[in-house]
């Protein structure tokens, strides 16, 4: 079996704003019982800070159910730092917001978007630009200040990722990882 993660991230998060999102994050989910406090984080079982907690299975009831709360590698990880989040193997060509043609090149704008600005993609079809962060694509990869990591969790709600985003902040994007 292969490891996967759905990681939330915010693209208008700052380094200056981030810490204090990232504290909202996980006290949203703490409160929310989403996930419980790691007693032995880094252990190699379950690296992560968070576990699962005990409301966790009312937003991932696609995969998560009470046998596999115990499987290894399962955690959640609040995230602040920049960083790309990126779908590895799942990975495809985001499409343009207005004519739905591929971006052929995007991949290749990860590291100066790491080091830089949002690049601002224009359409080789239609000729409309906008940044690389709002072209669709269920498997596009984001450069954030802040995320949160679903370590081989499946099936989360939308109306929780929605909620999750919006704790986040007001341009949030989910990421699919395969490895």
Known sequence: MSDCAVIVCALDATAIDAPAR???ARAW???RGV?????APGDVAQPSEFLAGPRAIEIASGFYD???RSMANNGVDVLCARAVHHPVANYE???CPACDVAAEDAADLFPDWLEGDEPVVTCTACGKAFPLGDWPGQFNG???EIAVRFN???GLSD???AELGTVLGARWRVVHEHL
Do not use: D, K, Q, T
Not at 35 to 39: D, F, H, K, L
């Open 152 to 154: 081989n969790w499946h």
């Open 93 to 95: 060509l985001p499409r």
């Open 22 to 24: 990232a504290a909202a």
């Open 66 to 68: 009470e046998s596999n």
């Open 29 to 31: 989910l703490l409160e």
């Open 159 to 161: 109306g929780f990722l």
């Open 35 to 39: 996930v419980a406090p790691n007693p």
């Open 142 to 144: 984001y450069v954030a």
